[in-house]
């Protein structure tokens, strides 16, 4: 029995079968010539700052590395150890310009040693790691990650650090040298002077000033070149989703939309896509800390799901970039960890409400109806019609009030945001807004509006929550207030079922709230519950269950235990958790044109006003 996998290509898998598409190969030199990077790459800083280093018992081994050439011995053991440290990184990416760059360093370092030091040992030891390179060049084929200007910017204000404080270590070090008692105001002086070339007001006894000199300047040239050339190197931008491949994920939407509650995420118009052999299926990705980082389940035909799967896989090998699938289904999970060898691990689970089941009536809805009812008796009102429906000047209002309600300085959003409202490629999106007439609205920029619900497509009967803006003077309740009424307005709208919020962990709390939980459940159940002081774990699985709906589990998918942090991190600052982002009050003077904003993610945030009543 077996099956046929993408329209272009037949391949035949045996049912039960688990199958890996060209797993992840050994890395064993790269990881080995990175780590002999770094360790020579600290040894030189060592021999170039600590003079008691070079004529300790480590002085047999640091006679035999790169630096240390006659009179320039610590600036050049400086700027060979700084070298290094920085390629040590993309050598163990595989990267290919890393690898250019040792394998000219090395080599000249070699000749150095012969030259001027007449140190065949040195000169030897730098050419077996060359050569090492070299015989396994094949292992260094990756391509750049996308990049801009601003790493320029991100260099000299790091290396800069780093290289003042480096110096400071560096004019310190000699105390049995120095010309009087100078204070940490005249030693700053004197490294910010070294950097740049000049004396400072420090002076030492004997040659030691020379050496100073020579390694300050060696810093200062070392910070300038590196920011210079990443500043004037061809430009490599994050790739974007442009109209064709937008247009292509439409049709796929359109057949197979209504597989995943977020496909039509797909969109965002920040993500790049890679395509299957028949075009029939698709994952779209965005590259963030060299993390390629994918969400929901690919894209279009199933069958076709395995071709657009290895593309993804053949392009995070090309790149050297960690492979990683962010809030999956169960379905998608499966396929993914037999395709690629990869594995999976429960996220949390995803609230769906099938309207044809939902009732305010009952014991169980008898809080949410009470909130519902008394905000109703205060003369709030609701509307829920499709963007179509809405005109141009209700939207405007909209947009405005959505961005200037978000509550912080950056948008967050990646893996379940649109990222957008009321665009015009997204007529088929919905709209829920809450309006309540007051004196003071006579001068609001958003007129009556109080509250603004955005859902997008889910297939042609459902629909899939994006984001939840309201304004903070309003009565508490208006989230639960649009939900109800988005779920009565449902079957009008030819609507089934509802995706609501993405509850992390929802499972590992429900089960630690029950009577016989084990200490483990318990204390995991615990450290939730005091991050959901940060996160609002608890509160937003509590608020997604006052609507009963059923819990859809949704996975991550990894290479390995030790790629989990540094995904994790990565998909932080995908959704917008952790970034570097400029203040809000000093982005919005830089321009924006081309710009397109990031709606909320549909996770636990405070600004999404999830908190009880």
């Known amino acids: 029995m077996s099956v046929t996998l993408d329209g272009d290509k037949s391949r035949s898998v045996p049912n039960g079968v688990r199958r890996f598409v060209r797993g992840p190969r050994p890395e064993t030199v790269p990881a080995l010539v990175g780590a002999a990077c770094t360790a020579v790459g600290l040894i030189d800083v060592g021999a170039g700052v600590f003079p008691r280093f070079r004529h300790s018992r480590m002085h047999t081994l640091a006679e035999v590395l790169p630096g240390a050439l006659g009179p320039f ?8 150890g700084v070298l290094l440290l920085l390629l040590a990184h993309g050598l163990k990416r595989h990267k290919r310009r890393a690898w250019r760059a040792a394998v000219v360093l090395l080599p000249a370092g070699a000749v150095a040693q012969f030259l001027y030091r007449h140190s065949l040992l040195g000169a030897v030891v730098s050419l077996t790691l060359c050569y090492l390179l070299v015989r396994h060049r094949s292992e260094f084929a990756a391509l750049p990650d996308p990049r801009s200007r601003w790493r320029a910017l ?6 800069g650090a780093g290289s003042l404080g480096l110096g400071l270590v560096i004019v310190s070090v000699h105390p049995g040298r120095l010309v009087g008692n100078p204070s940490i105001a005249d030693r700053l002086q004197h490294v910010l002077y070294g950097l ?9 006894a004997g040659d030691t000033s020379w050496t100073v000199g020579y390694s300050l300047g060696a810093l200062g040239l070392l910070t300038a070149v590196t920011t210079i050339y990443l500043a ?36 965002r118009r920040d993500k790049a896509v890679v395509f299957s052999p028949s075009g029939k299926a698709a994952v779209c990705y965005r590259v963030v800390a060299g993390v390629m980082l994918a969400s929901g389940d690919p894209i279009g035909d199933v069958e076709a799901w395995p071709g657009a799967i290895e ?6 090998r090309a790149h050297s970039w960690t492979p990683a699938v962010m809030g999956c289904s169960e379905t998608g999970g499966e396929v993914w960890t037999r395709e690629t060898g990869l594995d999976a691990l429960e996220l949390g689970d995803e609230a769906v409400v099938d309207v044809a089941d939902f009732s305010l009536a009952g014991r169980a809805m008898r809080n949410v109806r009470q909130m519902v009812k008394r905000i109703e008796r205060g003369g709030y ?17 909209i947009r405005r009030a959505a961005a200037d309600w978000r509550g912080t300085d950056t948008e967050r959003g990646f893996s379940m945001a649109l990222g957008r409202i009321g665009d015009g490629a997204d007529q088929d999106c919905f709209v829920a ?30 629909m899939s929550l994006d984001l939840m803006r309201r304004d903070r003077a309003a009565d508490p309740g208006m989230n639960e207030l649009l939900i109800v009424a988005s779920l009565q307005a449902a079957p009008r709208l030819g609507i089934t079922r509802v995706s609501l919020n993405f509850a992390m962990f929802r499972s590992a ?26 996160f609002q774990i608890e509160s937003l699985y509590k608020f997604n269950a006052k609507f009963r709906p059923r819990w859809e589990p949704r996975f991550v998918v990894y290479r390995t235990a030790r790629d989990l942090p540094r995904i994790s991190l990565a998909a932080m600052q995908a959704e917008g958790f952790v970034n570097f982002a400029l203040p809000r009050p000093l982005a919005r003077r830089l321009p924006t044109a081309g710009r397109r904003p990031c709606a909320h993610v549909r996770t636990h945030t405070a600004e999404h006003g999830v908190h009880p009543a």
């Not at 011995?73 to 060979?80: E, F, M, Q, R, V």
């Not at 109209?243 to 939407?253: F, G, P, S, V």
């Not at 009102?381 to 209002?397: N, Y």
Request: proline share 4%; aromatic share 10%; net charge negative.
């Open 73 to 80: 011995a610590a600036a050049l053991s400086l700027s060979a």
């Open 154 to 159: 991100a260099n000299f204000v790091l290396l």
């Open 196 to 204: 740049f070339g000049f004396e400072g007001p420090v002076d030492y």
């Open 232 to 267: 004037f190197r061809p430009e490599h931008p994050a790739a974007r989703l442009t109209e064709d491949d937008e247009a292509r994920l439409r049709a796929l939407l359109e057949r197979h939309g209504g597989r995943d509650s977020l496909g039509h995420f797909a969109l």
């Open 311 to 316: 593309r993804f896989m053949d392009e995070a």
């Open 381 to 397: 009102e609701t509307r829920v019609r499709r963007v179509a429906d809405i005109g141009e000047a209700e939207l405007v209002r």
């Open 433 to 462: 807004t809450a309006h309540k007439a007051d004196e003071q609205d006579a001068g609001s920029p958003y007129g009556d509006l109080k509250a603004v619900l955005h859902f997008v497509p889910w297939g042609a009967d459902g």
């Open 509 to 534: 709390l429900a089960r630690g709230e029950k009577l016989g939980a084990g200490p483990v459940l318990r204390v995991w159940c615990g450290l939730l519950v005091f991050l959901s002081r940060w």
